[in-house]
């Protein structure tokens, strides 16, 4: 079955340091990945999402993700953090099927110091 | 831009109360899902639609129904709430196929509820 590990709950992180959010997936095909982004009491927001060709993604606010298969990672990069990006990241996995269900992580809470 | 919009954004009802969550999306898509969302656990599929008048169950069912009688318009229905179902519920939308970005689901704000 499908799955989708964040193995970080929580992290802090100073502004103006680089960021990276962990996310695993458990799938037997290529996946298609996402990373979404949630700021308090919103919706989700697509960051930014895989489905072939370069295993570099770039997204929204300077956001880029790597698919590596053999790891079966697709980490969340940022090279320099700004206070608004406290919010909480969700990576999802899906399959390309017909009715397009997502397998949504736990979700990692990014808190940014001053 | 695709947009995705639910009807109330807090809602308190009382226990036993038949309580309606309404979404609209306005970019034509075929896929509309329901989801809550509590600390720890993610964002958990409650129902699926990928037609007017066609749903599936997601991974947690029990206690809801849902309702789409129009292409725009997904309704989630508590039949008689409880306090368990407190929760915030995201409604989300997506076009079908089977083409990479079909898979691409795009959220509302969300609906925090809460049942007392």
């Known amino acids: 079955a499908q799955s989708v590990t964040q193995p970080d709950i929580h992290i802090t992180v100073s502004e103006g340091a680089s960021l990276e959010l962990r996310c695993n997936y458990s799938?037997?095909?290529?996946?298609?990945l996402f990373w979404y982004v949630q700021s308090p009491g919103q919706g989700l927001q697509l960051l930014l999402k895989?489905?072939?060709?370069?295993?570099l993604v770039q997204g929204i606010k300077g956001f880029e993700a790597e698919f590596k298969r053999s790891q079966s990672s697709f980490n969340l990069r940022k090279p320099s953090v700004h206070w608004s990006d406290a919010a909480e990241y969700f990576c999802?996995?899906?399959?390309?099927?017909?009715?397009?269900?997502?397998?949504f992580g736990t979700g990692t809470l990014l808190a940014v110091q001053p | 831009d695709v947009k995705v919009t639910q009807s109330s954004r807090y809602l308190v009802k009382r226990t036993g109360e038949k309580v309606f969550l309404e979404c609209v999306q306005d970019?034509?898509?075929?896929?509309m899902f329901w989801y809550r969302q509590d600390p720890g656990l993610g964002l958990r599929l409650i129902y699926f639609?990928?037609?007017?008048?066609?749903?599936e169950k997601g991974d947690i069912p029990e206690g809801y129904s849902v309702s789409r009688e129009k292409k725009e318009r997904f309704s989630l229905i508590l039949e008689s709430a409880s306090t368990n179902q407190t929760s915030m519920y995201l409604c989300?939308?997506?076009?079908?196929?089977?083409?990479?970005?079909?898979?691409?689901?795009?959220f509302g704000p969300g609906t925090r509820l809460t049942v007392l």
């Open positions: 989300a939308s997506s076009w079908a196929g089977t083409s990479g970005d079909t898979d691409t689901q795009y």
């Open positions: 799938y037997g095909a290529t996946p298609y």
């Open positions: 895989y489905f072939s060709g370069d295993t």
């Open positions: 999802a996995v899906g399959h390309g099927g017909a009715t397009n269900k997502l397998i």
């Open positions: 970019m034509d898509h075929e896929n």
């Open positions: 639609s990928y037609d007017v008048k066609m749903k």
